[in-house]
């Protein structure tokens, strides 16, 4: 290797002198001054990586002498450019690419010195602009990175604490798909998660940068880290927007690639200007920094292109300044005593403030070295602007403060605990004490986190699952606050462990959902309140139906019966037979009734009654029917009045005491109790309606074996028994619940199993008592000689009825259908003395016939007849003058019974 002590640089191609620096390099004094005194070291590589220059910020940042570098091969002094992708950079330059930076941390094993560098490779250019080598410029970028460290940690604390950074976070599998992001990426580009987790990076930039991006994804994988990456990207509303990235891999256990971890920030309007060095003299035009040559009387000798746009002057105008000038008040004070530091220990670095020519000021870091220029002493300065390294530290500064307060102000719980099964709070803020119920967090961080949750299984199970995961996102748990009060809350908690895999605590956050919990409860008990309501009404509209058409075929056996009883005489021997048929036609019709009800086709012969009489006729029953092994208490107090029909509500009350007595097989208590209760807009829970005023409350109670939630929720459905086969039809308390709807109260029922049952029944309270018509009502007539027109579409019911009108003595006109008999009665009006009328037919309804009827004849008699009662659809007909009513199947009696008395009003 050659050896020279005249200069730090040296030139080995043909017509150089060895130890100056050749005519291509710019051989004059000022760039030999300016080389050998930058802050960045600087060296160039021929075509075949030997060094032609080193300067002396080299020597400081490699330990070796220009002596033992110049001439020497770079592969074979310096093993570590290749693994850090020096080497591959300098050959991309050699064959043509632009300049290449590279960040690396260097240890020197001559030294043991460990540095952060920053290298940028630049091409060497002859005359004929071929690439004759390449410059590379070395920054000691060491203390950056130390400052980059400390304020990281400083952070480290609060960011761990709150996921929601100013910048925006993303996260890539191997192939580029996001995996995760952050609030503040989507609020920069505009997309909601869903709509981006699971597609390719490269859907979400410029497709100038889709290239890039695939080229050095892989490299960046291999790498493990990228600084300053830029992207131009496409926001959801088509804009685009520039960022820069920072990045690192996340690897698994194994060193094997997990995910990206990458930070970025909008730079949209403000692009940091790094200016790498080309040849020596482009370096200087178009450094990142302000390089400048001025005397000890401030005038300035050189500066370079970018010290002029720092400052906002040309070439011209600023050259004819001198550094009082430039430099701010505070600056200029301490410009003498500078200068003596600088000439005697020969260079010093401060922070300066400079006027622009617009007359605002910019910060400077500034690095002097004392030189010479033609002869005299003179000052090398090399100025940084560091307005943004200020302002970002300010931004710092700031941002943790905003954290600080975000993080005591979110009515968000945010909570730190040891991951013991106890748990013992490390760090909370005030929403969390306050969503536990405590005045403080000091008196929140007194307190267990076990001691929160209202069951321990429940905190035992969350820990399970947040060890065995890690981390657990949106999870509903039943807490507490301190005093014992029950809430709900959606927990997401993450485990941070150390190196060797031990949980060191636990970062979660909380949000009380109490209120959500409670709404949807309320939401969800309406809507099976709902169903059931509908279930009902749909059983209850088949149940009406079957039985309409079950009593018109009970109408024709009971009809066909009594007729043909009577046409056989009292003594003959089927008498008895018909009888029988006649009996059993009876109790279907009960049955039938008792469907009706269900079907709440409303009240059949309402009356105001006194509570305390139905209970006693209750009583009787009960005396009779209910096993001497079941000791019976009444009490009914006398007054309460129920509007109601009495026979109904018994048999209601009779079926609840019935379910009572089939609960006691080894006997028991059943109590009946009445009571006067008042209700002001309270909400029924069984069926949803509002009760409102005075109610005649009718409680039976006893202490059989009660209900399990299960049965409770269906006992009221038709056909739901718990009865063996043969013991129960089902029907019991679905009707019951159908008589007691029907008079427009409530049913409640409580149980449990092994407790017993209570029912409650509420009915509307009456105001006076009306005395029962069956007392006075005297034997009526029931023949006659009129001629009566019977329409009904049932054809056999039809027939028997026009049998039984004749049989008493009736003429008898026979319509199948609504439009015959309007026929009929258009022709022979003035012959019918009245109209028997099915109110259920399918061409012509009742009603429809009825109306027609009264067009013809306004003073026409009509008697309805359905197997529904008088106070449902019949209910408004009857209102009219010359109308009656008989129920469906009907006994010959009760038909000429209506007809007669109907026919005999004047």
Same mark, same amino acid.
């Given at each position: ?38 802050? #960045? ?76 560098? $920053? ?115 496409? /926001? ?49 035009? !178009?450094?990142?920094? $302000? ?97 943004? /390294? ?55 961080? @007194? ?9 321990? #299984? ?57 209120? /959500? ?7 969800? /008990? ?22 309409? #058409? ?8 009971? $009809? ?56 006693? #006729? ?27 029909? @009495? ?10 005491? !019935? ?222 003058? !010359? ?24």
């Amino acid at each position: 290797m050659p050896r020279t002590g005249a200069s730090p640089m040296r030139n080995t191609p043909e017509g150089t002198e060895p130890g100056h620096v050749g005519t291509g390099l710019h051989a004059d004094s000022v760039l030999k001054q300016i080389i050998s005194n930058v802050q #960045d070291g600087i060296v160039v590589y021929s075509r075949d990586l030997r060094y032609l220059v080193w300067n002396p910020v080299m020597e400081r940042l490699s330990g070796r002498t220009a002596e033992e570098a110049l001439g020497g091969d770079a592969r074979e002094l310096f093993p570590h450019l290749k693994e850090t992708g020096v080497l591959d950079a300098i050959e991309q330059v050699l064959n043509g690419a632009p300049p290449i930076t590279i960040d690396y941390e260097y240890t020197d094993t001559r030294t043991g010195n460990r540095l952060w560098i $920053s290298d940028t490779c630049s091409p060497l250019l002859d005359e004929r602009g071929g690439i004759m080598g390449v410059i590379g410029t070395v920054r000691d970028i060491t203390p950056y990175k130390r400052l980059e460290a400390e304020l990281r940690q400083s952070q480290e604390r609060f960011r761990d604490l709150f996921d929601n950074a100013p910048l925006g976070y993303q996260s890539l599998d191997e192939q580029g798909n996001f995996i995760e992001i952050n609030d503040t990426w989507r609020r920069i580009l505009g997309y909601s998660k869903e709509e981006v987790m699971g597609r390719n990076f490269s859907e979400f930039i410029h497709p100038d940068f889709q290239e890039v991006f695939r080229e050095n994804f892989p490299k960046f994988k291999t790498l493990g880290f990228v600084l300053g990456v830029e992207f131009e990207m496409i /926001r959801k509303d088509g804009s685009t927007i520039l960022v820069t990235f920072d990045g690192k891999i996340g690897r698994n256990k194994d060193g094997s690639f997990k995910q990206t971890h990458c930070v970025l920030q909008e730079i949209t309007g403000r692009r940091r200007a790094e200016l790498t060095l080309r040849i020596m003299a482009e370096m200087l035009d !178009n450094a990142p920094c $302000s390089i400048t040559v001025h005397d000890f009387k401030g005038r300035f000798l050189y500066a370079n292109r970018k010290t002029f746009e720092l400052h906002g002057y040309t070439k011209d105008e600023f050259m004819g300044l001198t550094l009082h000038e430039v430099d701010t008040p505070q600056s200029q004070q301490l410009i003498e005593e500078r200068m003596r530091l600088i000439s005697e220990y020969g260079e010093a670095s401060f922070e300066v403030e400079h006027f622009r020519k617009d007359g605002s000021s910019f910060p400077l870091e500034v690095f002097v070295k004392l030189t010479d220029w033609a002869g005299e002493p003179a000052m090398l300065s090399i100025g940084t602007d560091i307005t943004e /390294r200020k302002r970002a530290g300010q931004a710092l500064r700031e941002s943790e403060e905003r954290y600080r307060g975000l993080v005591t102000n979110v009515n968000i719980g945010i909570y730190r605990n040891t991951p013991g099964p106890r748990g013992r709070f490390i760090e909370a803020n005030p929403a969390l004490a306050r969503i536990h119920g405590c005045g403080s967090v000091e008196e929140l961080m @007194a307190m267990d986190v076990a001691d929160l949750y209202q069951n321990p #299984d429940d905190r035992a199970a969350f820990m399970d699952e947040l060890m065995r995961a890690g981390m657990v996102k949106a999870r509903e748990l039943p807490l507490r606050k301190k005093n014992g009060e029950p809430i709900w809350v959606s927990c997401s908690a993450t485990v941070h462990y150390d190196n060797a895999g031990n949980p060191l605590w636990i970062d979660g956050i909380i949000e009380d959902i109490t209120d /959500r919990k409670n709404a949807e409860t309320e939401r969800q /008990r309406l809507q099976a309140q709902l169903f059931q309501s509908q279930k009902m009404e749909a059983i209850g509209h088949l149940a009406g139906g079957m039985a309409h #058409d079950f009593n018109n075929m009970l109408g024709v056996i009971m $009809s066909a019966a009594e007729i043909a009883r009577q046409e056989v005489g009292e003594n003959s021997p089927a008498e008895e037979e018909f009888e029988a048929i006649r009996e059993a036609a009876l109790r279907s019709r009960d049955l039938t009734m008792k469907l009706l009800t269900f079907a709440r086709r409303d009240r059949i012969d309402v009356k105001g009654v006194n509570a305390a009489k139905i209970i006693g #006729d209750l009583h009787g029953i009960l005396k009779r029917t209910v096993p001497k092994s079941i000791n019976i208490t009444v009490a009914a107090p006398d007054g309460i009045v129920i509007n109601c029909d @009495a026979n109904q509500i018994v048999q209601a009350l009779v079926n609840v005491c !019935n379910n009572a007595v089939d609960a006691m097989p080894a006997g028991g208590r059943l109590d009946i109790k009445v009571h006067a209760a008042e209700f002001q807009d309270f909400d029924c829970y069984q069926c949803g309606k509002i009760m409102q005023g005075a109610y005649c409350l009718i409680e039976i109670t006893d202490n059989g074996i009660g209900m399990t939630p299960d049965t409770l929720s269906r006992i009221t459905e038709p056909f739901f028994t718990t009865k063996g086969i043969g013991k129960g039809t089902g029907l019991g308390l679905s009707v019951t619940l159908g008589i007691v709807h029907s008079h427009n109260g409530h049913l409640h029922l409580y149980s449990e199993p092994g407790k017993g049952t209570s029912v409650k029944i509420y009915l509307p309270a009456g105001e006076s008592l009306i005395e029962s018509a069956a007392a006075s009502r005297a034997a009526a007539p029931i023949a006659g000689t009129e001629t009566i027109l019977v329409v009904d579409d049932e054809q056999a019911l039809l027939t028997l009825a026009g049998k039984i009108l004749s049989r008493n003595g009736y003429k008898t006109i026979l319509a199948p259908g609504g439009a015959q008999a309007v026929e009929i009665y258009q022709k022979q009006g003035r012959d019918i003395a009245a109209v028997v009328l099915d109110l259920m037919m399918p061409d012509m309804d009742g009603a429809q016939v009825s109306a027609r009827l009264k067009e013809l004849n306004p003073e026409v008699k009509i008697v309805f007849s359905s197997g529904f009662s008088s106070e449902g659809v019949a209910a408004n007909l009857l209102k009219e003058d !010359n109308r009656a009513f008989v129920q469906k199947p009907f006994e010959i009696g009760a038909l000429c019974g209506a007809i007669r008395k109907l026919l005999d009003q004047t």
